[in-house]
């Protein structure tokens, strides 16, 4: 029954048009293994490869694999945000979902649909775990392009940080908008987060 309404939630998602979805940026941590294998049913993950698992953080933060965008989602969504003139399919996926886009990134449409973050390389993980156990899949969102990769879910690759709390002086845990550009004066640590993109759900 439970693999049922995985299966029935994930197939509701996909019927919507990625141009209507709205998305919310969280933060997340790594995931230990021992703690995804005790919500992995819950979460609807298959695997649980790492003791540092970025992939089961991630669908953690949403509230589950039905709450993040598929790949196709995710290919839709770089179709909003590049010119389109020029695309390269790859067999890698079914129905060529793995499709590079080329084109100048549009910022602020990225920032109309919550995702937008002040790097040159944006990457978002997707709800598909990889055959393997041990990888899943994300997209890039760069400045003069989009493309899918397999990234591992240990983190080594393919991740995207942003400036989280910021100690500036003697105040600790300023935010600010880009934190590299800040100076630490006090010469406390910064912290970076690890962020990815849920869909918004309408209450």
Not at 154 to 180: A, I
Request: with cysteine; net charge positive.
């Amino acid at each position: 029954m439970r693999k049922l309404s995985l299966f029935l939630a994930l197939m509701l998602f996909a019927a919507v048009p990625a141009s209507a979805k709205h998305f919310r940026m969280v933060k997340y941590k790594p995931m230990s293994q021992e703690k995804c294998m005790a919500r992995k049913d819950e979460l609807g993950l298959k695997y649980c490869p790492y003791d540092n698992d970025h992939l089961a953080g991630a669908v953690a933060a949403c509230g589950g694999v039905w709450n993040m965008p598929t790949v196709r989602a995710l290919l839709s969504v770089a179709t909003q945000l590049y010119n389109g003139l020029e695309r390269e399919f790859d067999d890698e996926f079914d129905g060529g979902w793995v499709t590079t886009l080329y084109g100048e990134r549009d910022d602020e449409k990225m920032k109309e649909l919550g995702i937008w973050v002040n790097d040159s390389r944006i990457y978002y993980w997707s709800n598909e775990e990889a055959k393997d156990g041990k990888g899943g899949y994300v997209r890039m969102f760069a400045t003069e392009g989009s493309n899918s990769y397999y990234a591992p879910r240990d983190g080594s690759r393919y991740v995207t940080h942003v400036l989280g709390e910021v100690n500036y002086g003697k105040t600790k845990n300023v935010r600010t908008g880009n934190p590299r550009h800040d100076s630490n004066l006090s010469g406390l640590p910064n912290k970076d987060a690890l962020v990815t993109i849920c869909i918004k759900r309408k209450k």
